[in-house]
T-cell receptor
Framework: NAGVMQNPRHLVRRRGQEARLRCSPM?????VYWYRQLPEEGLKFMVY????????ESGMPKERFSAEFPKEGPSILRIQQVVRGDSAAYFC????????????FGSGTRLTVV | TQLLEQSPQFLSIQEGENLTVYCNSS?????LQWYRQEPGEGPVLLVT?????EVKKLKRLTFQFGDARKDSSLHITAAQPGDTGLYLC????????????????FGQGTTLQVKP
């Protein structure tokens, strides 16, 4: 009964490269959320998706960032042309319904841009 | 914009002491959740409170949701080194009506260190 699986755990990218972060939600969960966390800060909402739909992307930067949750396969958070300021821990969470059910988080992907 | 303010931000205490962490907002939430996060890992859900005035207990942890559903507190009795970690409160928005709204708004967290 696997939980939320994120990969890779650590990702190093040079400035200007693309970063792809993957998230497989918990079995039976159809709601996926992406959050970003900087050191000694709380979690900042980025995007909320259900299968094939973006429900709320109010926390996503307007440029370079995109997210998808296809009918088959994991959810992907894609960052194009990464900059040093993108370095952070990115967490994916899933729930069986909305936020009121509580989230199950993955272990995160730590992105370092050099 | 809905915000959750947690206090204190940092807390260092001796084993056996009691402590309370506060989570406050000017906004009303349909539910409020508490998570605990250890270094290098994702947050883990501790509890969800839904009803104004609700109190829930989890062993030595007591969680309370304010009557007006704008604030919450976490009280730990006789803290142990294993309680060390980052404690996060999170509110489910009322913007889309009660119950199953979309995103959680997180406070900035309280870092707790319990010394043996």
């Amino acid at each position: 009964n696997a939980g939320v699986m994120q990969n890779p755990r650590h990702l190093v990218r040079r400035r200007g490269q693309e970063a792809r972060l993957r998230c497989s939600p918990m079995k039976g969960h159809s709601h996926v959320y992406w959050y970003r966390q900087l050191p000694e800060e709380g979690l900042k909402f980025m995007v909320y998706l259900q299968k094939e739909n973006i429900i709320d992307e109010s926390g996503m930067p307007k440029e370079r960032f995109s997210a998808e949750f296809p009918k088959e396969g994991p959810s992907i958070l894609r960052i194009q042309q990464v900059v040093r300021g993108d370095s952070a821990a990115y967490f994916c969470a899933s729930s069986p319904g909305g936020a009121g059910y509580g989230y199950t988080f993955g272990s995160g992907t730590r992105l370092t841009v050099v | 914009t809905q915000l959750l303010e947690q206090s204190p931000q940092f807390l260092s205490i001796q084993e056996g002491e009691n402590l309370t962490v506060y989570c406050n907002s000017s906004s009303v939430f349909s539910s409020l959740q508490w998570y605990r996060q250890e270094p290098g890992e994702g947050p883990v859900l501790l509890v969800t409170v839904v009803t104004g005035g609700e109190v829930k207990k989890l062993k030595r942890l007591t969680f309370q949701f304010g009557d007006a559903r704008k604030d919450s507190s976490l009280h730990i009795t006789a803290a142990q080194p294993g309680d060390t970690g980052l404690y996060l409160c999170a509110g489910a928005s009322m913007a889309h009506g009660s119950g199953n709204t979309g995103k959680l708004i997180f406070g900035q967290g309280t870092t707790l260190q319990v010394k043996p």
